[in-house]
């Protein structure tokens, strides 16, 4: 969620599958001779040695390489590594210069925000679907002060705390404040199906009364707003709309949230002013003080029953209420607000046909469990759990992932392996490993069916949006997002309640600095 989105086209043509035979991994085991060969690159935009492996019945192993790329000139090397990726270049175009340059999915770089913000700019990308996963290995990457990449906001703009998603598994206070959330989570399920129809289900009121009037209504505000109370409603039992924060929930998250992420966002100003403004000093937190204050006198108010196990756990009410503000605005409504547009502008894209598809799946669904919707009616949505999965891959809410070495090992890519050095920086640009074409089919389409049946389902495994693969499960000691079923669910529901009203849609996509900006244009009422 730390950049916005870019058209994303084919990559180069490095990029495309070989056989199966040459994407295995040379074995680390020394019980049979090897052969090694030493080639040395001279071409300028290659210099690296590459060792080829050979074993004695002949198969050829990937090579070892070291990894290419450089880091420039210091300060200068950062600050044009910056204006490439933000507007000499754009995000993916960077990357996909360094990959065609480089002949390399993995490669040195320097990660915005660099100078004057960041300390040290310098990390090695992993930008396909094998090298990716590194990164949620805690046994040989640390993620402590990492959630933002290579430089951490202020605490004062958390109350002076380390939040959660800072916190590495090894550090004692981890496990205790994400079992906090596993508790949160646990105690109001119940709550999560009820609320998330009645929040919705205002939101498109909404939305048919300004397409009534004036021919258009903006997404993006509605689903703000229905995001906020649903999370409060759902979590604390609390509407804010009958508290002294009002309807200023959302737009004091997004203030609040812009001096955490300001340094890795371009927000559409004009290039000098934007450096200045955002990329090269971080804004003083003493400015949105008094926002952030607000919100916490709301959580602080509306939390106490969750302030009170997080005592028995070992957790102050401060530190819990600050952790509890973090998880439901930051990790949670920052989702919402980032995922449910792009995940509209996808199934938009998709067509009448799938729509159509969907809408006869999920009511046909809730008919044959009674009329109402369950779990269980959920679980018997195949095409729309698929929809949710698809668009969770093509475009992840969260596209930069980091982590440091631990420790000296090895790095395998598609088509070579890596030394990496403890204390070197790891980045990923998730986009592109969940779009890698040697594992995907038609890795640049949204594939509405894709994750369906049983070859549809071992694929989940490359979804990646969690900080974890889709298949695994968010442990207290790993730093796979501890709400990743929860988020899921919620993406399911909009779906559900979306065409369970609608036999279609339609909508219009604008830039927005977290997302789409999406204009709702036609709802075409259920039909059937």
């Known amino acids: 969620m730390a950049s916005s989105s870019l058209p994303f086209t084919s990559l180069p043509h490095q990029f495309v599958s070989p056989n ?36 004695d019945n002949g198969e050829v192993k990937l090579p070892v390489k070291k990894i290419p790329g450089n880091y420039g000139v210091p300060f200068v090397g950062p600050l044009r590594d910056r204006l490439d990726y933000f507007y000499n270049q754009g995000r993916d175009e960077f990357f996909k210069s360094k990959i065609k340059k480089y002949n390399s999915t993995v490669f040195r770089i320097n990660m915005p925000p660099g100078p004057l913000i960041s300390q040290n700019s310098e990390v090695v990308a992993l930008l396909d679907g094998k090298s990716f996963p590194v990164l949620f290995d805690i046994t040989k990457v640390e993620k402590k002060d990492l959630f933002t990449g290579t430089y951490m906001p202020s605490t004062d703009l958390t109350g002076g705390y380390r939040i959660l998603s800072y916190l590495d598994p090894s550090e004692p206070k981890h496990a205790k404040l994400k079992q906090l959330v596993f508790h949160l989570l646990k105690s109001r399920r119940d709550q999560v199906i009820p609320e998330f129809q009645a929040s919705y289900g205002e939101l498109f009121e909404t939305l048919e009364k300004q397409l009534g009037e004036e021919g258009k209504s903006s997404f993006q505000i509605a689903n703000d707003q229905a995001g906020f109370n649903f999370l409060c409603r759902a979590f604390y039992g609390t509407d804010p709309r009958d508290t002294k924060l009002g309807t200023d929930g959302p737009s004091l998250i997004s203030k609040w949230v812009l001096f955490q992420l300001g340094p890795v966002l371009s927000l559409g100003l004009p290039k000098y002013v934007e450096e200045l403004l955002i990329h090269t000093f971080p804004l003083p937190p003493a400015l949105v003080k008094k926002d952030y204050q607000r919100l ?29 503000l973090f998880a439901t605005c930051f990790n949670s409504f920052g989702g919402m607000k980032i995922f449910f547009p792009n995940m509209l502008k996808w199934i938009s894209r998709a067509g009448v046909k799938i729509h159509t598809e969907l809408a006869t799946e999920i009511r046909s669904a809730i008919i044959s ?54 204390g070197e920086m790891l980045f990923g640009f998730q986009p592109f490993a969940t779009k890698d074409p040697k594992i995907f089919e038609r890795s640049q389409e949204f594939v509405a069916d894709r994750f369906v049946g049983d070859d549809g389902e071992k694929l989940l495994k490359h979804v990646l949006w969690s900080n974890g693969q889709e298949t695994q499960q968010s442990t207290l000691g790993n730093k796979q997002c501890a709400g990743k079923d929860f988020v899921v669910l919620m993406s399911r529901l909009l779906v559900v309640e979306l065409f369970r009203r609608y036999d279609s849609f339609d909508i219009e996509v604008g830039k927005s600095a977290l997302g789409a900006a999406v204009t709702v244009t036609s709802l075409k009422r259920a039909s059937f």
Do not use: W
């Open 20 to 55: 199966k035979s040459s994407s295995k991994s040379a074995p680390i085991s020394t019980s049979r001779r090897v052969v090694v060969r030493r080639i040395r690159v001279s071409v300028p935009e290659k210099p690296y040695v590459s060792a080829v492996a050979v074993s």
């Open 296 to 324: 916490y006198d709301f959580f602080n108010e509306s939390s106490g029953f969750v302030q009170d196990d997080a005592e028995k756990m070992g957790i102050s009410r401060e530190e819990a209420c600050h952790n509890l």
């Open 369 to 422: 469990n009674g009329g109402k919707l369950t779990m269980a009616a959920v679980e018997q949505m195949p095409l729309m759990k698929s929809v949710v999965y698809e668009a969770l891959r093509i475009e992840p809410p969260v596209p930069l992932q980091y982590g440091k070495a631990k420790k000296d090992f090895l790095i395998t890519s598609h088509d070579a392996v890596f030394q990496v050095k403890q």
